[in-house]
């Protein structure tokens, strides 16, 4: 009788791609939906720098844009979900160099590991 070999599949490109989370996905369409979104973001991150800022909080930015934005929306402002700020925070750092290490941000803890289900 013969002996199976066992094969170690998720060493494999096709097995070990990262898939996105359903709020990577959400942000994905949110900016695909506000594509000023990010560099309104960059702007007003390059004026707090001016202003002699080494770092601020994404949160902070979110909350302005949701102002200035309640009178061109016809309600509340801007709708960008909270659990995007992490995202945005980060494609802010990857998009635009001199922003780099600007924002604080945690590492992202990979799927299926504990905190917070999607």
């Known amino acids: 009788m013969r002996s199976l070999e066992v094969i170690d599949l998720e060493g494999l490109p096709l097995f070990n791609q990262k898939q996105p989370s359903k709020l990577e996905l959400q942000w994905q369409q949110c900016k695909q939906a506000n594509p000023w979104l990010l560099p309104r973001l960059a702007e007003m991150a390059r004026e707090l720098k001016r202003c002699g800022h080494d770092r601020y909080g994404i949160g902070g930015l979110f909350e302005v844009l949701r102002w200035e934005t309640r009178y061109s929306t016809g309600d509340l402002g801007l ?9 945005a925070a ?13 924002f604080k941000v945690r ?8 905190g ?3």
């Open 90 to 102: 980060r494609d802010l750092m990857d998009q635009y160099p001199d922003l780099k290490g600007f």
């Open 79 to 87: 709708k960008v979900n909270n659990n995007h700020r992490a995202f």
């Open 107 to 114: 590492e992202q803890k990979p799927r299926n590991s504990y």
């Open 116 to 118: 917070q289900i999607h």
